[in-house]
């Protein structure tokens, strides 16, 4: 390259450096001030599911943010949710419901992150500082899934019908649709339905999308009221039928050389849909499967090796005596293990097959029994309600006895004393 370029490539250079433009993140506590009197953003959640709260605004010179827990507006017990420098880290695969509260959360760029939320949960999160200085508020109701309603759309079902009480309107807010849970075969989809109401003259405190208008298990929502939404007006479930195409795949290289191999053989390979993970239960006790990588709102669907197990027959509450069911969290519940639940159960999530248990059931092996296993819980029930069915029929029989006795000896009274 000649002197005469050297210039000329040079100004080129320069050129393009001062092409490109030099973009900073924006500073959203830039733009969004606190406001002076702190309030508190109403939100709703189904027990089970896991949710993120933004600390939305905060001085500039509050380089972390502590989060507290307050049960009730006004509470003097606050707990703190931090180890003060936001280090808190949680694997959400390894929370299970009924794990303590500070092992479910994690504080990440000043959000707080709750994992599998349980109705006890819900009160007054409030982002601030470690002296004590609030800057953000939400107020959480978690609700139970417990007495949810199923509404099955295909079987000419409707969700029940909205209730008002004078100037209080109870309702149902639901959210959108899943996603088809199955693919290439007919599949099903659902939407939550939670409990909100309108009622005028709520506390101000507590900042509402419409006007009068929050969840019902709100802090801006007398007790009284509370109670009275939460047993006539459950969160509900709509589910009906769909049906999706897949999308195609290609098929790796590995596994067809493997198909290729074997076919020149003359022998028929099996090669697994999906990845394969093997299991072995005790015959009689029960068992719980999760599909990885689920949450609680995906659209996820179970299938006992070319069996559908849809929810219009396997969801549970259908049947109180389902020894089989998939709960509202879609997890899958097998209770009291027996032979013929041998097989490979497949787990769908968002609409595609992803993994897959061999279950294996045997008589043999050590188990120590717990009242914390499901099976044990279920077993003591039946048995309680035996013991009070025979107890009530016990004295049935004896009322009724002595209501005899006592009318025969009324009788022989009369007849002693006539005429």
Not at 1 to 16: E, K, N, R, Y
Not at 18 to 33: D, G
Not at 227 to 235: F, G, I, Q, S, T
Not at 368 to 391: C, N, V
Request: glycine content about 6%.
């Amino acid at each position: 390259m000649s002197l005469v370029h050297t210039p000329l490539l040079l100004l080129w250079a320069w050129g393009s450096f001062w092409a490109f433009e030099f973009v900073e993140k924006e500073n959203i506590f830039q733009k969004t001030s606190c406001p002076a009197f702190l309030m508190f953003d109403n939100a709703a959640y189904l027990a089970d599911m896991s949710f993120e709260l933004p600390c939305h605004c905060k001085p500039e010179e509050v380089s972390t943010v502590v989060w507290y827990y307050q049960k009730y507006i006004g509470s003097r017990h606050t707990r703190v949710l931090t180890d003060f420098d936001g280090r808190v880290v949680v694997d959400s695969g390894h929370i299970r419901v009924g794990s303590s509260m500070l092992a479910r959360f994690s504080i990440q760029m000043f959000s707080l992150l709750v994992f599998r939320a349980q109705p006890e949960d819900s009160g007054l999160y409030l982002c601030g500082t470690r002296q004590g200085n609030y800057f953000y508020g939400y107020d959480v109701d978690i609700q139970s899934s417990q007495n949810m309603l199923a509404t099955f759309i295909d079987q000419g079902q409707k969700p029940p019908k909205d209730e008002k009480h004078g100037t209080l309107h109870i309702f149902t807010t639901f959210w959108e649709w899943t996603h088809c849970d199955r693919c290439g075969v007919r599949g099903e989809q659902w939407r939550i339905g939670l409990c909100y109401l309108n009622k005028p003259g709520l506390s101000p405190r507590v900042r509402k999308t419409l006007p009068d208008v929050v969840s019902c298990g709100s802090q801006a929502v007398p007790k009284n009221i509370q109670n009275m939404a939460e047993r006539h007006h459950p969160p509900e479930l709509m589910i009906r039928s769909c049906m999706v195409p897949c999308k195609k795949k290609k098929i790796q290289v590995g596994l067809m050389a493997i198909y290729t191999f074997i076919s020149k053989k003359n022998r028929k390979p099996w090669i697994p849909k999906v990845p394969i993970q093997f299991h072995q239960q005790r015959l009689g006790h029960g068992l719980i499967i999760s599909c990885p990588g689920a949450r609680p709102e995906h659209a996820v669907a179970w299938d006992k090796d070319n069996f559908r197990l849809y929810r219009t027959s396997f969801l549970k509450g259908v049947n109180w005596s389902m020894r089989v069911f998939i709960d509202h969290g879609n997890q899958l519940h097998i209770r009291f293990a027996q032979l013929n639940d041998r097989g490979i159960y497949y787990c769908w999530r968002e609409g595609e097959m992803v993994a897959g248990f061999r279950l294996a059931v045997t008589s043999w092996g050590p188990h120590h029994a717990s009242l914390s296993d499901p099976e044990t819980q279920y077993a003591l029930k039946a048995a309680l309600i035996g013991y009070l069915f025979l107890t009530a029929a016990f004295i049935l029989i004896h009322l009724c006895r002595c209501c005899g006795d006592l009318f025969l000896l009324l009788l022989s009274i009369d007849f002693s004393l006539g005429p």
